[in-house]
T-cell receptor
Framework: KNEVEQSPQNLTAQEGEFITINCSYS?????LHWLQQHPGGGIVSLFMLSSGKKKHGRLIATINIQEKHSSLHITASHPRDSAVYICAVVGNYGGSQGNLIFGKGTKLSVKP | ETGVTQSPTHLIKTRGQQVTLRCSSQSGHNTVSWYQQALGQGPQFIFQ???????GRGNFPPRFSGLQFPNYSSELNVNALELDDSALYLC?????????????FGNGTRLTVT
């Protein structure tokens, strides 16, 4: 079982829809990153959070440390949001300490 | 403020050869980490360099090695290339060796081993 699991793996939405991408992890962490990867391969950092909630424009990220779960929400989705969204956690003990562990990503396609 | 740049963007090598990939970090960032991303998978951590010293390593064999220079730019070297080394190689720089600050990624080098 992977230490970081994302769901869904693939998501197709219509423009304007509200989107939720989930990330669950099984290790203790000190921080969690949400990243966006476009088809060319470049990765953009969206959020870094260790508790609570952060908002940037139409994007909202939440984390529940007790439940080991984070969500990324996109409001009023747009075709330009189409990308792969990756969750990565920073392990804080044992073999994962100090390591950045990535999920496999959620491929989002927003149709006009 | 310059971003993270990687070179080359694409590379084709033959099995058994050696390759060097380069990464220029974001201005002021003293930490660089390298990742391997196979097609359809999430990135896998290779190693991190902090102030010119290796500061953590993932589950990669010793033929994957690196360097960080005084200006914090970095190289990833892979010896005795294998077909499974074909992947996108990403570097990321940050202000913080513990990843408690935003990461800045380059666009990657796509390596094909034939």
């Amino acid at each position: 079982k992977n230490e970081v699991e994302q769901s869904p793996q693939n998501l197709t939405a219509q423009e304007g829809e509200f989107i939720t991408i989930n990330c669950s992890y099984s290790v203790g962490i000190s921080a969690l990153h949400w990243l966006q990867q476009h088809p060319g391969g470049g990765i953009v950092s969206l959020f870094m959070l260790s508790s609570g909630k952060k908002k940037h424009g139409r994007l909202i990220a939440t984390i529940n440390i007790q439940e080991k779960h984070s969500s990324l929400h996109i409001t009023a989705s747009h075709p330009r949001d189409s990308a792969v969204y990756i969750c990565a956690v920073v392990g804080n003990y044992g073999g994962s300490q100090g390591n950045l562990i990535f999920g496999k990503g959620t491929k989002l396609s927003v149709k006009p | 403020e310059t971003g993270v740049t990687q070179s080359p963007t694409h590379l084709i090598k033959t099995r058994g050869q050696q390759v060097t990939l380069r990464c220029s970090s974001q201005s002021g960032h003293n930490t660089v980490s390298w990742y391997q991303q196979a097609l359809g998978q999430g990135p896998q951590f290779i190693f991190q360099y902090y102030r010119e010293e290796e500061n953590g390593r993932g589950n990669f064999p010793p033929r994957f090695s690196g360097l960080q220079f005084p200006n914090y730019s970095s190289e990833l070297n892979v010896n005795a290339l294998e077909l499974d080394d074909s992947a996108l190689y990403l570097c990321a720089s940050s202000l913080d060796q513990n990843y408690n600050s935003p990461l800045h990624f380059g666009n990657g080098t796509r390596l094909t081993v034939t």
